[in-house]
């Protein structure tokens, strides 16, 4: 009989540090201590992320916040690295930023849409993760989750092509969904 293994987080920083995924080419990430391999991002899904990076960097300053593409954070058991953050300002060198620094997340649903509505939603809740979006590409339309009590999301939402969105955190910091949405 077998049983998967899991790790702690100790476990696999240790084994980033000692390069055991070196020369892997799959992306993974730790989630409630099991490895999980991501799809490799498509053109279509690095296309989001990147006019998201430039919506936030212009949207922003290094005073509001610290904009991160594809990093892990630290959920104690889980390293998920989710495709844009917005972290309080500051440094990360010395440690992952943990839920507490997190303003906004952000992951773009491509192909991953059961999972990041599914288990990062109730991972990030139970964490208390401020504001969590889930772009939806194929839906053209952007899930907002908010305010965490007891490990779920107390306002979730909806909003599609027409309208705007502003996180918590920054409201002056206007996404126009049509232009998000746009495909020139």
């Known amino acids: 009989m077998s049983t998967a293994l899991r790790l702690t987080a100790d476990e696999y920083d240790q084994m980033i540090a000692k390069g055991a995924f070196d020369g892997i080419p799959r992306k993974i990430e730790l ?5 999980r391999e991501m799809n490799p991002a498509s053109p279509v899904h690095e296309d989001y992320i990147d006019y998201l990076n430039r919506w936030s ?3 922003t300053t290094s005073r509001d916040c610290v ?5 892990s954070i ?3 058991d889980s390293r998920p690295e989710p495709d844009l953050t917005w972290l309080r300002p500051g440094r990360y060198a010395a440690r992952r930023p943990q839920a507490s620094d997190v303003l906004l997340l952000i992951e773009v649903a491509h192909s991953s849409l059961p999972s990041d509505m599914g288990e ?6 139970e964490f208390n993760v401020a504001e969590y979006w889930v772009i939806d590409v194929a839906s053209r339309c952007i899930h ?5 009590v007891n ?5 979730r939402g909806q909003l599609t092509v027409g309208q705007t969105l502003s996180p918590r955190c ?3 910091a206007v996404l126009v969904l049509a232009d998000l949405f746009s495909e020139t």
């Not at 904009?67 to 990093?71: H, K, L, M, N, T």
């Not at 490990?151 to 306002?155: N, T």
């Open 144 to 148: 907002v989750f908010a305010d965490a």
């Open 57 to 59: 960097t212009d949207a």
């Open 74 to 76: 630290d959920l104690l």
């Open 67 to 71: 904009v991160r593409v594809q990093s």
């Open 151 to 155: 490990h779920a999301y107390q306002d």
């Open 31 to 35: 989630i409630r201590g099991e490895l």
């Open 120 to 125: 990062k939603a109730e991972l990030y809740a």
């Open 170 to 172: 920054r409201p002056d």
